[in-house]
């Protein structure tokens, strides 16, 4: 839900009596046993978990597990710690281990049909079947097609499922990211997508995927796709894309697990090697790159996306958006905070995928194609705007309430995935 600026006053006042921001509220969820579609292991919820997904029994190594997500190409490293994952900074930075196996790429495992389990929309549908009326063409601007400034490397992007949750921080390599997109998933807890194309070294923890990322993956122009793994149906569906290059940890090597991190959330790989790897290609521009008419929409200092269980705030400052979550400033591994050209908040539906994670979290999905609101944040400035996606292999275009276009600033861009009973706002 779209909040107003003024409106934003009062609901920083209700979120202070909150829990830690950016953790998980220990009373949340009940006391059940859930069997899951993942595996023939069941685990008893007595708390929200640290982390959550199919692969993810809080304190398991899902080496040890029976689902796809086994880590059989990771190599286990005795590399100094990349730090506890307090999201402070400061801990020792992640590098490749020496000697670490180079990026293979396996077969496709056995099919499975999804469609006896899986309920969601994405999966689904055609990658060319319209969804909605209209066009959404997008140029492709000078230079690199996902910022528009540097030079087009020529080659895939990789989209990298970046685990999010307060033992992953700090994460290493996502402040090169082109693009990032961050989706709610279970438990009201967020997992970060990014998109590399310009540059990339060693990036992590890597974790599972969603069928939420079908719908990121198909506008790339056939990106490979690093991911620990998912249980069978939500992989059938994230493999239905034969552009997508699938490395998948479960099939692909060149992973390693970092020591001084507790699995899950210690899966890392170096991008120089996934690239040496894959197949010739190219990445398709996601959303239009160039100038926007100045003085225009309203000007805004700061952006406050506020999920279930994670609370974002981007302050402009020094001419970027800087990210906080949690309170404090969102650093990496090597110390550096966060800061992007633009922030973009797509509010999408919402539905259920008829799936649950180890601990019996529902598993959402969000329809990132078709039509809705969209808030952009750029140059200081915000823009109430609106989405539009025809396709699954479409870009997305933005436009105001009059037609206008709006083209994001060059650089690099960070997209809030939303639905309507998620506050945002300036």
Not at 184 to 193: D, I, K, N, Q, S
Not at 236 to 247: E, I, K, Y
Not at 379 to 384: A, E, K, S, Y
């Amino acid at each position: 839900m779209r909040v107003p600026a003024p409106a934003l006053c009062v609901l920083s006042l209700l979120l202070a009596g909150c829990s830690t921001l950016g953790e998980f509220d220990s009373s949340a969820p009940p006391e059940a046993t859930v069997t899951t579609v993942e595996s023939a292991t069941s685990t008893t919820a007595t708390s929200v978990p640290e982390a959550l997904a199919f692969d993810d029994r809080p304190g398991t190594d899902p080496a040890t597990t029976t689902t796809t997500t086994a880590d059989d190409g990771a190599t286990a490293t005795s590399t100094p710690a990349g730090g506890s994952g307090s999201g402070s900074g400061g801990a020792t930075a992640v590098t490749r281990p020496a000697g670490n196996d180079p990026v293979t790429i396996g077969g496709p495992p056995a099919t499975v049909d999804p469609s006896t389990l899986y309920v969601g929309v994405v999966g689904a549908l055609g990658f060319d079947e319209p969804v909605v009326d209209g066009t959404a063409s997008v140029a492709r601007p000078p230079g690199a097609p996902l910022t528009g400034i540097g030079v087009d490397p020529g080659r895939r992007a990789v989209v990298v499922k970046i685990d999010n949750s307060g033992p992953a921080r700090p994460q290493a390599g996502i402040d090169t990211a082109d693009l990032v997109i961050e989706e709610e998933v279970e438990w009201g807890l967020t997992r970060l997508a990014a998109v590399f194309h310009s540059d990339g070294g060693v990036v992590g923890p890597v974790r599972s995927g969603r069928t939420t990322d079908l719908a990121v993956l198909t506008g790339l122009g056939g990106p490979g796709f690093v991911y620990s793994g998912a249980n069978d149906v939500t992989d059938a569906v994230l493999r239905s894309d034969p552009t997508v290059v699938n490395l998948s940890a479960a099939r692909t090597g060149g992973y390693w697990r970092q020591s001084g991190r507790r699995a899950p959330h210690n899966l890392f790989i170096d991008l120089a090697d996934v690239w040496d790897a894959l197949p010739a290609g190219n990445a398709q521009p996601f959303f239009a790159i160039g100038t926007t008419p100045g003085g225009i929409g309203t000007v805004a200092g700061s952006a406050t996306i506020t999920y279930p269980n994670n609370r974002v705030h981007w302050v402009w400052t020094d001419g970027r958006w800087a990210r906080q979550q949690g309170g404090a400033p969102h650093r990496t591994d090597t110390g550096t905070q966060l800061a992007v050209d633009n922030v973009v908040v797509i509010e999408t539906r919402r539905v259920a995928t008829g799936l649950h994670d180890s601990s019996g979290g529902v598993v959402p999905e969000f329809v990132f194609v078709g039509t809705g609101e969209a808030t952009v944040y750029l140059d200081g400035r915000r823009l109430d705007a609106t989405w539009i996606r025809p396709t699954l292999r479409s870009p997305v275009a933005l436009e105001l309430a009059d037609g206008t276009p709006v083209a994001l600033r060059p650089g690099q861009t960070w997209v809030q995935l939303v639905d309507g009973a998620t506050d945002w706002g300036s």
